[in-house]
């Protein structure tokens, strides 16, 4: 993802080039400029075409294709905020249990401070790696009674590390070293973890329904198709400049649609979970009085993180 100040426009457009959204909509649009460009020539020199469009006919189905687009960019906005509400949630809860178990342990419970930051700061990697079904076992913190074998063969790591979690809070409290009333503290916080991570998997699994998605790019394609044809009449060859113009807003909003309506992907508009993660491991660190080298916790703050 590209995260960037929203004031800074230069910052911003020198940025522009990087989205891969944007080159396959330039391809695209580049085919309208040729398709365009053939009407018009044909159109202008050697044929009469006789296809007439009443205007206001026209206008009318142009105002219909807008409300389309406005339903449709709408609905995947939503999808891509419910993602960034659920990792707003994830970093709540993780920031929770680590101040709470900082206040609970002793000062000298040294080992358990370190498990516990480095376990949370893994759950947040886990969980941004199964997302992009692409989980960096080697990027993980390396916790003691832990195996890395057990890691890899887990079917569903996030469970399996939250699991771990509770198993950890049951033995403390078993020894004594944890109060019930910890137990009670932690156990909400504890439940957002997979909360969090099941609302994301539903997001991710469950796209706009094809037959909608088909329907919104058929109707953009025949409006597209039959704009020279409204225009040339009145335009002439000025048409081609006005209908890339129209294409690449109408193109534009459907591809920025079908991009963000799975916003945990490694795409420009997608949302930076790396970036979200690696805060959560400096959060937890923190609160847990652990000490994070200077290079991790700066993965946390980076003004622009490009992610192709």
């Known amino acids: 993802m590209i995260v960037y100040e929203p004031g800074d426009w230069w910052k911003a457009l020198w940025h522009f080039h990087k989205s891969k959204t944007l080159w396959v909509l330039l391809g695209r649009v580049a085919l309208v400029g040729l398709y365009v460009a053939a009407v018009a020539v044909a159109q202008l020199h050697y044929f009469q075409f006789e296809f007439e ?48 178990l900082g206040a609970a342990l002793p000062a000298e419970a040294a080992g358990h401070r370190v498990f516990y930051a480095r376990m949370l700061s ?53 020894a004594g070293e944890l109060q019930p009333v910890h137990l009670l503290q932690l156990q909400p916080y504890h439940g957002t973890l997979l909360d969090a991570a099941s609302a994301c998997e539903r997001i991710r699994s469950t796209p706009i329904p094809f037959s909608y998605s088909f329907f919104i790019k058929g109707f953009i394609t025949v409006f597209i198709l039959m704009l020279p044809f409204v225009l040339l009449d009145t335009y002439g060859y000025f048409t081609i400049p006005i209908v890339l113009i129209g294409a690449y807003a109408l193109l534009g909003l459907e591809l920025i649609g079908e991009e963000i309506e799975n916003p945990f992907r490694k795409q420009s508009n997608d949302l930076p979970l790396t970036q979200l993660a690696n805060r959560i491991r400096v959060s937890v660190h923190e609160a847990l009085g652990v000490d994070l080298p200077g290079y991790k916790k700066a993965l946390a703050d980076l003004p622009y993180t490009i992610v192709h």
Do not use: M
């Open 53 to 100: 469009v009443e205007r206001e006919y026209f206008s009318f189905l142009g105002i219909l294709l807008s409300l389309l687009l406005v339903f449709r960019t709408n609905t995947a906005y939503d999808r891509y905020y419910e993602g960034r509400r659920q990792w707003g949630s994830l970093i709540s809860a993780c920031r929770n249990l680590a101040a709470i």
């Open 122 to 174: 893994n759950f947040a990697l886990a969980l941004e790696g199964h997302l992009r079904e692409n989980v960096e076992y080697d990027k993980l913190e390396q916790v003691e009674g832990v195996t890395p074998e057990a890691l890899r063969d887990a079917d569903h790591l996030p469970t399996k590390l939250a699991t771990l979690l509770q198993a950890s809070y049951e033995r403390l409290h078993d």
